[in-house]
T-cell receptor, first 113, second 114 residues
Framework: GQQLNQSPQSMFIQEGEDVSMNCTSS?????WLWYKQDPGEGPVLLIA?????ELTSNGRLTAQFGITRKDSFLNISASIPSDVGIYFC?????????????FGTGTRLKVLA | DAGITQSPRHKVTETGTPVTLRCHQT?????MYWYRQDPGHGLRLIHY???????DKGEVSDGYSVSRSKTEDFLLTLESATSSQTSVYFC?????????????FGDGTRLSIL
């Protein structure tokens, strides 16, 4: 079935470093979503992108909707310990006027203080 | 908080028993979804609903059924639980009447089948 590939799968970074991760699809999407999940909790929406080329920020987070509409990127600037968690991308598949989302397998971020 | 309540939050049961998980929303959103999350697989869609009594299958629907008799409640039933259905289950909602809208998730139900 349709899959979203996230890269990297996991990463260790030093506190204060910038982080980049990406998500690619075999299909074109009209929307890209980025979520963060903390242990024991549900995913929380970070950023939603609706237009090719769009660049949107949420505090230290910046996400971009790729020009090809088959990829998206998430950057975190000046990482801090609370950035630890799993980051998921998601995109919608439409069927007969309804839609459902598929998710990437996640990027696990670990921050070294 | 997105106004989503999942119950129970934790459950341990035996193979072969029926199990029902409940998702309740206070947002009056059109769409409701059930996912399971397992290590190495991310979030996989089980079933979703796009209105009262309107449901459709996701990618891992075998062994699961759903019902939505009113806007605010979406039930997931395991008719005869198996150990492979041990997982964390998440409910999500999406507004859905103004084009494609983001999903918001509940806090999950951790289900263990022995």
């Amino acid at each position: 079935g349709q899959q979203l590939n996230q890269s990297p799968q996991s990463m260790f970074i030093q506190e204060g470093e910038d982080v980049s991760m990406n998500c690619t699809s075999s299909s074109i999407f009209n929307t890209w979503l980025w979520y963060k999940q903390d242990p024991g909790e549900g995913p929380v929406l970070l950023i939603a992108l609706y237009k090719a080329g769009e660049l949107t920020s949420n505090g230290r987070l910046t996400a971009q909707f790729g020009i090809t509409r088959k990829d998206s990127f998430l950057n975190i600037s000046a990482s801090i310990p609370s950035d630890v968690g799993i980051y998921f991308c998601a995109g919608p598949l439409t069927t007969s006027g309804t839609y459902k989302y598929i998710f990437g397998t996640g990027t696990r971020l670990k921050v070294l203080a | 908080d997105a106004g989503i309540t999942q119950s129970p939050r934790h459950k341990v049961t035996e193979t072969g028993t029926p199990v029902t998980l409940r998702c309740h929303q206070t947002e009056n959103h059109r769409y409701m979804y059930w996912y399971r999350q397992d290590p190495g697989h991310g979030l996989r869609l089980i079933h979703y609903s796009y209105g009262v009594k309107d449901t459709d299958k996701g990618e891992v629907s075998d062994g699961y059924s759903v019902s939505r008799s009113k806007t605010e409640d979406f039930l997931l039933t395991l008719e005869s639980a198996t150990s492979s259905q041990t997982s964390v289950y998440f409910c999500a909602i999406s507004e859905g009447t103004q084009g494609i809208q983001p999903q918001h998730f509940g806090d999950g139900t951790r289900l263990s089948i022995l």
